[in-house]
């Protein structure tokens, strides 16, 4: 060990002379050349390869001591092809004795290797980037032995670093400079649009310069010393919790809202958790190991970095992945530390940002505001509080693209495609021609849409739909007069709950609810109570485990059972009012009892603020969301009790198909134009009638031209939207008769077909 007790590793003598071979000026292939001499020679071992990735799906040899040097820059193979192949796809070595015998073993004639039997692959990785796999074969049959495995790992890392550093840079593709070839990465749409700009990441990466220990003594020092520090400062933030922002979700669910006991924030627990790890001695002894292996501290903590994050991805333990998160921001921290690299780099913010980051929490992402062009999340989730907050920033928004935050550098030039769910990272010309043409088009359209803005939505020689849009924050109110919004359909109360370490006050919640009122300018705001539990989860609320918590204590459950927050926001948006109209429209609501109860809270309030001497709102309209097929099929009271009522598409839907709108294998499994779900909408469009209840839908849906052309067609005669999709909704039904849709949608349901969307597209193409 460092303190001489223990005999020298093997690995810190190879690496000693790596150290000295890579210092040596000389050209990547050289280099490549030599350190594949050097290895085989160190672990005598007669054949020692690099294997480098010249494309995403393909691997390269690069060098070779012991195979056919022919073979090199003409050899290749797909990932998971071959033992090679396997290693980069699984980034996980293999070790075996008789490698023809193994599982996925393929033969390469021309590099002469059939006369080796052992076969140790090590994947090249650093921190979850995938380099390619360092080889060493040997003509016996025998199992490397774990001082190897582990010799090999270490050096594999360290070449990693190096090339990181760009010292293998060459003439072949596979030895072009990292992160200057295209990346092309997939993941799910968490909010619609097209985006392009220049790359800015949210958490700079931290460059390791120097992976090899000069001396063990100083680097365990230096490791110590860091680990002190970053100790006193995660004790820091336990003692004040309001500090620093704890990295992911903590899988906490439900709050409990009026109890100020209650309120212990769920940050506090991953704090607690970094506390366990920054205190583990098991990874205090890994990382001192790695330096007496002869890897610097630096190094020694991206070594347990890219385990850690090569354990996560194979998890599928959500609990595992959590701490494995926790732990991968602390080693981020550590580094930080070690380096004295800040997350401030000065570097200037580009003209048209594209935010990159590994998961980003609602009030950072409400801080960078409207001045991002789009936003690429490696992980996050579309119910995320960040795609909450994307949302209505109408920010286009990625989530869940792999190795997007190690591909992706500062300044980067980067295409969004948020209808595909794909981003392009510095990619070719012709890609960025394709991409700039379709935004072009898109532009023309918003053009087309603005000189209809002040026109209202009527049909031909059908009615007027009223078109209002959806809203959750200040930043909303302008597109009520940009977007020609009749007024606010939706406001989204928990974003302000969301984005704050603390409940806010009744004070802070009537100004902001009386400045939207203001920027309606007298156009109806209808104020939806808060709406949290289920993916809306509050910091700063007790965290409750739920079996399923869609299905769980949220909403308006919420609101009954600890009345403590709705009253004081009822209370604020009375005050708020302050002698104008107020619409207030409680969420999730399943039978009867529950709306009366809400409206009997409000009522109550009232007579408060009354009692108070306020000046009460002029007139108060209070309705309910639909949102669950049990109201559909209340008893007529609630009906007529209502003064209107709003459709929650998104989880109407989600409970009409016992389809979790979370869940990427299942959330567009069903159709909203299938037959059932349109046939239970005219049903509550039929009992509103009856009643004469004002009846809107609000859901997603509602803001995509066909399924609003088709929901006016069944009754719907008041739709709210995302502002931007005013325009596209209103020039379809503007140009459509909808009596006549109504017919085709009728005819497709007599005829047994299980979606009207084939029918109604078929008719829509007729028509143009
Ligand atoms: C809905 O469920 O359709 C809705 C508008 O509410 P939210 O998306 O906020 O749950
Ligand atoms: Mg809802």
Redesign the pocket.
Known sequence: MADGTTPEPGSRKLLGRLKDALAEPAEGQDRLDRVVRLIAEEMQTPVCSIYLFRDAETLELCATEGLNPEAVHQTRMRLGEGLVGRVASRAKAINTADAPSEKGFRYMPETGEEIYSSFLGMPVQRLGERLGVLVVQSREARAYSEDEVYALEVVAMVLAEMAELGAFVGDSAALRPLHQRAFMGRGTVAQEGNAMGQVWLHEPRVLVTNPFAEDARIETNRLRDAIDELRVSVDEMLGDPSVGHAASGTGQSGLAASDGQDTLSAHQDVLEAYRMFANSKGWKRRMEESIAQGLSAEAAVEREQTRARTRMEESNDAYLRERLHDLDDLSNRLLRLLTGQGTDTGAEMPDAPILIARNIGPGELLAYGRSLKGIVLEDGSVGSHAAVVARALAIPLLVNVKSVTTEALNGDHILVDGEQGIVHLRPEETVTKAFRDKMAMQAKAQEKYASIRRVPATTVYGPTIALHMNAGLMADLPSLRDSGAEGVG?F?TELQFLVRNQVPRRGELAALYSRVMDAAEGKRVCFRTL?IGSDKVLAYMKPTEEPNPALGWRAIRVGLDKPGVMRMQLQALIRAANGRPLTVMFPFIAQLDEFLRAREMLYKELDREEKLGRVLPSKVEIGAML?TPSLGFSPRKFFEEADFISV?????KQFFFAADRENERVRRRYDTLNVSFLTFLEWIVRRCEDTETPLSF??EDAGRPVEAMCFAAMGFRSLSMRPASIGPVKHLLRRTNIAEVRDVIDTARASGAQSVRPAVMEWLRAQS
């Not at 929650?648 to 109407?652: A, V």
Request: aromatic share 0%; glycine share 28%.
């Open positions: 939706l989204r709406d949102e929650g598409g998104n989880d109407l609000c859901g």
